[in-house]
């Protein structure tokens, strides 16, 4: 059974830095592409920051970009968004999700995790 849980979320102020960690069973690690997605209150969900773990490549969105890294541990199968210089456009409910078919969209991602809700305080 593919699990995945998510952690880390809490109040920051805006500037601050904030890690989630995603941890993930039930499937094999390097076989999927694992990302971060959001959902701030009145909008649709987007992608944030994803990983393929079986050659380290990502991608992020252009609104994270020199902000967020995502990274991957393979050794305890978990992946991590360390979120730095957040903004109050960046609170929204956290999630990951995986792919077995290398998709880093919202519509693409086959399994997904509880959210981690992330608030940033201006």
């Known amino acids: 059974e593919v699990q995945l849980q998510a952690s880390g979320g809490g109040l920051v102020q805006a500037g601050g830095s904030l890690r989630l960690s995603c941890a993930a069973s039930g499937f094999r690690f390097d076989d999927y592409v694992i990302g971060w997605f959001r959902q701030a209150p009145g909008k649709e969900r987007e992608e944030v920051s994803c990983i393929r773990p079986s050659d380290g490549s990502t991608l992020n969105a252009d609104s994270v970009k020199g902000r967020f890294t995502i990274s991957a541990d393979a050794m305890s199968n978990t992946v991590y968004l360390q979120m730095n210089n957040l903004k109050p456009e960046d609170t929204a409910v956290y999630y990951c999700?995986?792919?077995?078919?290398?998709?880093?969209?919202?519509?693409?991602?086959?399994?997904w995790g509880k959210g981690t809700q992330d608030t940033v305080s201006s």
């Open positions: 999700a995986i792919s077995r078919y290398g998709s880093c969209g919202v519509d693409g991602m086959n399994y």
